[in-house]
């Protein structure tokens, strides 16, 4: 017998067996639960069968359909190809042709999850937005919002949820936090919702190949041949593309040197792309625009931990010369691959205090 709750919740539902169960949760727990699945991207021809591990595809509008019946709640598609066009694709290609290596995901997050489709909610007279995300929102005694990493460290996904504030996370629920995936299939598996094995996606959802470099063709991004240079400036080889690389990589470099070759730098203006060791890939240091913070920036000189890319680890760090365009982090220790265009988050202890977009490392 459910509870009685008297909220209107609305969960994004991507076909996928997270939010799935989130919606199935919610259901159980009283609230009056609308699913909504986003169509993003008009798939290219033949492209929904090249590949099973996107997100919010044909197949997966129908997966949710289907697990929306099953639970017992309505089912909508809502159409953002524009706002996700706009605010994700766009960014996404410049952001490469650029030299820097965007995450989609935050971008997704951020104005089309959490924004545009906060809006919906609202317009459709809904009290709180739910999506399967692992992470935790908890209210202080203050009156205000924490923004938790999840329970299970193997799926949590607080980093890519950084730029939440205080309005959206007033709004928001994240029925997952305290659940480990294994118990999240446990569950599906015990209602009968036919996404219970079904793969987590992936692929970069709108390049369902794998391959961004031909996103990048379509899209006009020009693949001129260039230097390949180490970091003394000597000419080490040849590349067919700056925009085809990315800080940190070593596979497909192509280089003859008999040693281990790591991307360190692409500089866009010069077609030149840089190339080091180990060493001349980690930094102690790096400096972040557009700062986003839960509630308020973090003290000089406040103990916290940082990380600068998804699913990486974290490492002690203090935060520092904080402006409303940007910050510097310190790192107690070198990190590796400090990527322009990658985020930066900071913690204290499990609550996420906020993070911005990597520009430059601070040697």
């Not at 809904?126 to 203050?142: I, K, M």
């Not at 970091?231 to 990589?249: L, S």
């Not at 400096?287 to 003290?299: I, K, L, Q, R, T």
């Not at 010369?321 to 265009?341: I, K, L, Q």
Request: hydrophobic share 40%; proline share 4%; with cysteine.
């Amino acid at each position: 017998m459910s509870l009685v709750n008297t909220k209107r919740v609305l969960v994004a539902m991507s076909g996928g067996v997270d939010s799935a169960v989130a919606a199935a949760l919610l259901h159980e727990q009283g609230y009056d639960v609308i699913g909504v699945t986003m169509r993003l991207y008009t798939e290219a021809d033949g492209a929904a069968l090249s590949s099973r591990r996107t997100c919010c595809g044909i197949e997966d509008v129908a997966d949710a359909k289907a697990a929306a019946q099953r639970i017992g709640i309505p089912h909508y598609v809502l159409n953002m190809e524009r706002e996700f066009g706009e605010d994700v694709i766009d960014r996404f290609v410049e952001a490469y042709a650029e030299g820097r290596t965007p995450n989609p995901c935050l971008a997704c997050n951020q104005h089309v999850k959490f924004d545009a489709l906060l809006e919906r909610a609202v317009a459709m007279g809904c009290d709180l937005l739910a999506t399967g995300h692992y992470a935790r929102v908890q209210a202080t005694e203050a009156g205000r919002y924490e923004l938790l990493a999840a329970t299970d460290p193997l799926k949590d996904q607080s980093y890519v949820l950084y730029t939440l504030d205080q309005d959206a996370l007033a709004r928001t629920v994240f029925p997952l936090g305290d659940i480990p995936k294994t118990e999240v299939r446990r569950i599906a598996t015990e209602l009968g919702l036919g996404v219970a094995d079904k793969p987590d996606s992936a692929d970069i959802c709108f390049v369902p190949g794998g391959d961004y470099r031909e996103l990048l063709r379509s899209r006009g991004v020009t693949f001129e041949p260039g230097l390949v240079v180490d970091t003394a400036g000597n000419e080490v080889g040849r590349h067919e593309g700056a925009a085809g690389y990315t800080v940190g990589q070593r596979r497909g470099l192509g280089l003859a040197t008999g040693e281990r070759r790591y991307v360190t730098e692409i500089r866009p203006e010069t077609n030149v792309v840089v190339v080091g060791d180990m060493d001349d890939l980690s930094s102690r240091a790096l400096y972040a625009s557009g700062p986003h913070w839960v509630d308020g920036p973090p003290e000089a000189d406040e103990v916290l931990t940082a990380r600068v890319r998804y699913h990486g680890a974290t490492v002690e760090a203090r935060v520092s010369e904080c402006t409303a365009s940007g910050f510097r982090v310190d790192c107690a220790r070198p990190v590796r691959a400090v990527a322009p265009g990658q985020a930066v988050v900071v913690y204290r202890g499990d609550a996420v205090v906020g993070g911005g977009t990597i520009e430059r490392r601070l040697d």
